[in-house]
């Protein structure tokens, strides 16, 4: 009979936590998502030439949202601060509750493989159901990964993800995808200056993507699709 397995780190090493978080294959990554392509695609009419735009206008809306609520989010569980004004503040900034619930399903799914993986007390703080962002920042906290970082992960996962499932909507050449991460990194650094220093969840940026949100509510009614949102 075999024993229990090696005892989990209980403290992830920084650079480690980055390349899980960045690699697509991560099963409970956001590989089931196109970070609002997919919905664009069939109900906006985005073509492959828009993509490029399309990936910066979210850096300022839904990126921004998302990297300042996860540094906000990093930045409580270091000062052992409730975590809920955080996620009060990123839903208040999210109304969609499709987006809502593409958020909470990907941080079950993060939350599970922390639990799993490094247990630590502060992941039931985060209740039972929390938003990604919320999942990062605590990771980050946990790990010792610094804001910035933080923030050029947020950036590096939905370019990421846009270019993987455009890859399946929009086929064009890979290297193509990689370009546009690239790019989108470049323009990310505004936003590392923007956000890193944040502690305050008022101070979360609140652009608003109306599109984004209508083209996600009809994504939910579109009988065949590829992604969740």
Known sequence: M???????????????????????RLPVGAHTQSAGLEPAVAHGGLALADVPEFLHGRLRTVVAVEAGT??????????????GPVED??????????????????????????GRVWPHPVWAALGRTPPRPLVLGALAAVAGLDAA????????DDAATVGAAALKLLPTDPVDTVAWTVAAHRAGEGLVADLAHLTDPDDV???????????SLLHTTTPMRLFHA
């Open 70 to 83: 996860a540094v906000v989010a990093r930045h409580h569980v270091l000062a052992g601060l409730p975590p």
């Open 89 to 114: 503040a990123w839903a208040a900034r999210t109304p969609s509750p499709p987006l809502r619930a593409a958020s909470r399903t990907l941080g079950r799914g993060y939350l599970r493989m922390a």
């Open 149 to 156: 970082r933080l923030v050029r992960l947020c950036v590096h």
């Open 205 to 215: 940026p609140a652009p608003g993507a109306p599109l984004t949100e209508e083209f």
């Open 2 to 24: 075999t024993g229990p397995g090696p005892t989990p780190d209980p403290a992830p090493d920084p650079d480690l936590l980055l390349a899980l978080l960045a690699d697509a």
